[in-house]
């Protein structure tokens, strides 16, 4: 018993020199017990920590009994304390009643639980659930009737999860996959185009990107291959073709050059830039007429475009010349 | 308090009651002043007005079968008009009337009337008188114990039972809880107990919880009218009927001697067939024959099988009964980690085959089944008055059954569940419903039924003397504790003011408290006209025997004296008071033989340490 076990409890001397065969060592623990008790939780009263086991509390409860039961002081003068000792007995077996018992114990641990306890609680069980699931996916697999439609729907999921993530070369050939293995599956093959769309499309920004680089060090030979291969990635996107036949001026490859523009103004005719790469382009080759048509139809759809002005106003001038 | 004041532990039986007690430490049965262990919890009056108790009262029975009142238990703290008491009055061969309130129950017995304590009181007071005997001084304090399944009324009998024996009843226990301390005593036990106690008339289940000194009762069950008596009725029958077949319907039980008979010869048969297995039943001259015709035998054979045919339900119930407990508990059978069988009707092989099937395990054997449970009470007596460090033991038992109140509608509302440790409480507020009403009544029941009426009243509490105001202000808070005894009180407070209200109790089963002063005074009186006359031969027959053994030292006690100078006048002293001692027993002298009796005790030392050759070393008589 630690000596500082009542610090800050007030004994009233009254209580502790009444005239009764009690020492006063048991006196305190009795007054400090019964002025306490009524604010304790069950597991304080027998002294045990949080979510002790049914058994526990039963030894503790027979400890406790030995203690504080009246018929411990036999042919002792008890006074007032007998009162205190019955109450203390019955607020002991009101905690073992509780704690005894498996089911109400349970319940009653759950209800005065600490709140480290109830997050670590929370997340042991989200940990199960994934547990669980990955287990049901294991059971389904081993089940040749279930394994295919579980293998389906593990890969549409785990494609979906790709996507999400922006990994559309792995989601696509996810899809794919499942597409494959259930020829039904129609949303899988949606699914699976978007992915491969995505994918290219991502895989041709980095191409482009990568060519946007090389033209910054002035290694247009390279510029010119990576663009073409992001063009070649993502046909629907006529900029990369505008792009490659930019790179391809700069070098002088002509033919390559207005082959992409002209490519480029086929496929978006409302692409402004398309308009000027392919003017500038009939301007180097002597066309004249054709670089003022395109650049005049390159600033109608947008007026902002300050090269396409300038060349226009050099072609004006040589014309006049 | 006195260190050796003697104390003892009773177990009143429904057929045989033990006394028994703690010495040195060892707790042993105290035999009767006949020599034998168990009493017949048997009482009569005889025809010249003789009060008999145990194996006298037994052995008259059958001439004086009306007269013989037996299976007391039975009907101790029952109401009259109780389905048990209808029962019973049809078999028993003793009158039973209501009392003067119309509530208890009467036992006619010599032409006066018995209250069932009185008639349980005169068994006891046999017991203590043997209790004294056996010690040579007085005893008046003693635990008493009752089947588990006992309720309120039938233990609070049981405990005036006791003050009108003149019993200081230190604490009612329970039977088995009971025969587990004395089981468990001096052993180190830590593990759950099961007591199947089937008794004589009762029979209970208990579950315990025992460790370390600690017996910790988890839950009861039982029958209060289930027992031997209930085994030997069936053979009883069977015989009746059977007679009755060859014998163009006679029916044996119109005659109460016949009756009596066929009693003790059914419960002898039994007993033989825990041993054997045919017994013969031989009843001569039973009945007389029609018309002048020769007098009627009764001649039969009863097999070990046909009396387990007989009674197979009864068995079976006492299974179901166990079963119930377990799963009150909340305990598998496979917890539990001994079965002790408790009374005399687990002897037989059916019952023991039965327990043993039923729990997996063999049942432990090693404790006397008619006498474990008195000393259970010695132990617990024991550590009532003469705690010994070290040695404590302490038992923490239940209430058997549900206590609650009639709520509208004829309902019954538990306040206290069954399987509650005791000591304990509970509150209930009460309001009037009533403007300015002044009284309160409430009926006090305890039982399993939803339905009040179904269950036992315990009494009916009248709050009176209420303040009057209007209806829903006073708010009464009504106490229900129930004590270690198993003894319900009620007590109540205006919860606004905190005065205390005034209870009058009304329509219980037991004694009021005037009849018992007056029964007490009746039997102050007729006590002590026993006691003197018992006191004077105890005293008498053991002042002749210090005497004798005085005498007997005497020679060689001159002798040592002759070679010594100390003590002479000592030796002439004790002379005297041995003449004063034969004076008294010559006189009838009660008054004088006591007062010589510490000199004589003195003189009888002195003697023995001269005769032995330790000289007394001047310190004289």
């Known amino acids: ?321 | 308090m006195n260190e050796n004041e003697p104390f003892i532990g009773i177990d009143l039986g429904t057929t045989n009651s033990v006394v028994a007690t703690v010495i040195d430490g060892v707790p042993r049965v105290i035999a009767s002043r006949t020599g034998q262990t168990l009493t017949p919890s048997v009482v009569a009056v005889a025809r010249n007005g003789k009060r008999l108790v145990g194996h006298m009262a037994k052995r008259q029975s059958i001439t004086n079968a009306e007269n013989t009142a037996y299976a007391a238990k039975r009907l101790i703290g029952r109401r009259w008009g109780a389905p048990e008491v209808e029962d019973a009055r049809k078999v028993l061969p003793y009158d039973l009337v209501p009392g003067p309130e119309g509530n208890d129950i009467r036992a006619m017995l010599g032409g006066r009337a018995f209250s069932i304590p009185e008639v349980s009181a005169l068994v006891l007071a046999e017991l203590k008188a043997d209790a004294e005997a056996f010690f040579g001084r007085r005893v008046t304090k003693a635990v008493i114990t009752v089947p588990a399944y006992f309720n309120d009324g039938q233990r609070k009998a049981t405990k005036d039972a006791g003050r009108i024996a003149g019993l200081e009843v230190v604490r009612i226990i329970n039977e088995p809880t009971s025969a587990a301390l004395a089981y468990g005593f001096g052993k180190q036990m830590e593990k759950k107990v099961v007591v199947f106690d089937l008794g004589g008339g009762t029979f209970d289940v208990s579950i315990l919880d025992v460790g370390k000194s600690v017996y910790d009762v988890i839950a009861v069950g039982g029958d209060t009218y289930l027992g031997g008596e209930d085994f030997d009725r069936r053979v009883i029958d069977w015989l009746v009927f059977s007679f009755a077949q060859e014998h163009e319907a006679i029916d044996l039980r119109q005659d109460k001697m016949a009756l009596q008979r066929l009693r003790d010869a059914a419960e002898h048969a039994k007993i033989e067939l825990s041993e054997g297995r045919q017994s013969a039943i031989h009843l001569p001259f039973l009945a007389s024959g029609p018309e002048g015709k020769a007098a009627l035998h009764l001649d039969r054979q009863l097999s070990r099988e046909k009396l387990e045919d007989l009674t197979q339900d009864l068995v079976d119930k006492t299974i179901s009964v166990a079963d119930r407990t377990l799963r009150d508990a909340g305990v598998r059978t496979s917890q539990i980690g001994e079965v002790l069988l408790v009374g005399g009707m687990t002897r037989m092989p059916r019952v023991q085959q039965a327990v043993k099937s039923y729990f997996g395990r063999e049942p432990s054997r090693g404790v006397h089944p008619e006498e474990v449970v008195a000393l259970g009470a010695a132990i617990q007596a024991h550590a009532l008055l003469h705690p010994q460090k070290g040695k404590e033991v302490l038992l923490l038992d239940v209430t058997p059954q549900n206590l609650g109140i009639m709520v509208v509608g004829g309902y019954f509302a538990t306040i206290i569940p069954r399987n509650t440790t005791v000591p304990t409480s509970q509150s209930h507020m009460f309001s009037t419903v009533q403007d300015d009403q002044t009284a309160v009544r409430i009926a006090v029941l305890q039982g399993a039924s939803d339905k009040a009426m179904e269950n036992e009243l315990l009494g009916e509490f009248v709050l009176d003397g209420i303040r009057p105001a209007r209806r829903g202000e006073v708010e009464i808070e009504v106490t229900f504790d129930i004590s270690a005894d198993g003894i319900v009180g009620v007590s109540a407070r205006d919860s606004a003011t905190g005065t205390r209200q005034s209870i009058t109790v009304t329509a219980t089963s037991g004694l009021t408290e005037t009849e018992m002063r007056r029964i007490l005074e009746e039997n102050l009186d007729e006590m002590l006209t026993r006691r003197q006359v018992g006191d004077f031969e105890r005293l008498r027959d053991r002042t002749r025997a210090v005497i004798a053994e005085i005498e007997s030292l005497s020679p060689a006690v001159k002798e040592a004296l002759a070679r010594s100078r100390f003590g002479k006048d000592a030796v002439l002293r004790a002379e005297d008071v041995v003449g004063r001692a034969r004076n008294a027993i010559a006189a009838q002298d009660l008054q004088q033989m006591i007062a010589v009796e510490e000199q004589l005790d003195r003189a009888l030392q002195l003697f023995k340490g001269l005769a032995g050759g330790t000289p007394p070393g001047g310190k004289g008589p």
């Open chain 1, 1 to 321: 018993m630690q000596p500082d076990r009542y610090h800050g409890f007030l004994f009233n001397p009254a209580d502790l020199s009444e005239d009764v065969d009690i020492d006063p060592g048991r006196r305190r623990e009795i007054l400090y017990f019964v002025a306490s008790m009524d604010g304790w939780t069950h597991w304080q009263v027998l002294e045990l920590p949080w979510n002790a086991s049914a058994d526990q509390a039963r030894n503790a409860y027979r400890e406790k009994a030995k203690v504080f039961h009246p018929d411990r002081y036999p042919g002792q003068r008890l006074g007032s304390f007998r009162a205190r000792l019955e109450r203390i007995f019955r607020r002991l077996t009101e905690a073992r009643d509780v704690l005894g018992d498996e089911g109400t114990r349970a319940a009653y641990a759950r209800r005065t639980a600490p709140p480290e306890e109830v997050a670590r609680a929370a997340a042991r069980q989200i940990e199960n659930d994934a547990r669980s699931r990955e287990r049901r996916a294991r059971m389904a697999r081993g089940n040749p009737m279930v394994s295919r439609v579980a293998r389906v729907r593990e890969l549409l999921e785990r494609g979906r999860r790709a996507m999400e993530e922006e990994r559309y070369a792995d989601a696509s050939r996810d899809f794919l996959t499942a597409s494959a293995m259930d020829p039904t599956a129609t949303e899988a093959r949606t699914l699976a185009e978007q992915a491969r769309r995505k994918a290219s499309a991502g895989k041709a920004r980095d191409l482009w990107e990568k060519a946007r680089a090389a033209e910054l060090q002035h290694d247009l030979d390279r510029a010119q291959f990576l663009a073409e291969a992001a063009a070649e990635a993502e046909p629907g996107e006529p900029r990369y073709g505008v792009y490659v036949a930019r790179v391809a001026l700069q070098r002088g490859a002509l033919e390559t050059a207005r082959f992409r523009a002209e490519a480029a103004v086929r496929s978006a005719p409302t692409l402004a830039t398309a308009h000027e790469v392919l003017g500038e382009i009939l301007a180097v080759q002597g066309d004249a007429s054709g670089a003022k048509r395109a650049l005049e139809r390159a600033l109608e759809l947008d007026e902002g475009l300050t090269g396409a002005r300038d060349r226009l106003r050099k072609l004006r001038w040589s014309f006049l010349r």
